[in-house]
């Protein structure tokens, strides 16, 4: 994997290097999810395994529940339902029926916590699952190579 085309140009974004903060990664799902460059590495890991929806879909929250205005929070609730949680949804997350049947009760009538028992579902998953795995992979572990070279 091309870790320079993994932040090709993002440098610019960021408070500090990624290099520098990846070592904090490996800390906590927390610290990894808090950085921007730790989100673009663990999603680049998630899409090697076919999970990229996990990650999209937890990010997809946070920016809902900053949403100020009714009718932004019904399109973006509509869009994240129709992305995510319906069935046969193009990026479909692994939820159990009675979350998803919930939220598909609910659409019509949008909350800032519209999401938050999928959301708690996905971070978990992630946290428990796919986290351990990002922490082994070739992603991560190269990074943490060029970090220590410097």
Sequence with gaps: MDLNAL??????????DPLEEAETWG?????LLCSKPGQAAFRQFLKSEYS????LFWL???DYKK???????ISSANR???????CEAPRQINIDCGT????????SQPSLTSF?????????????????????????????RRADAR
């Design 7 to 16: 932040f090709k140009g993002r440098f610019c974004c960021f408070l500090k």
């Design 27 to 31: 800390e906590s799902v927390d610290k």
């Design 52 to 55: 990229e929806e996990n990650i």
């Design 60 to 62: 997809a929250c946070e």
């Design 67 to 73: 949403i100020k205005s009714l009718p932004e929070m």
């Design 80 to 86: 994240i339902y129709s992305e995510f949680v319906e």
């Design 100 to 107: 998803r049947e919930n939220i598909t009760k609910n659409i």
């Design 116 to 144: 938050d028992a999928a959301q708690k579902l996905i971070y978990s998953l992630m946290a428990r699952d796919c986290y351990p795995r990002f922490l082994k992979s070739d992603i991560y572990q190269d990074l943490l």
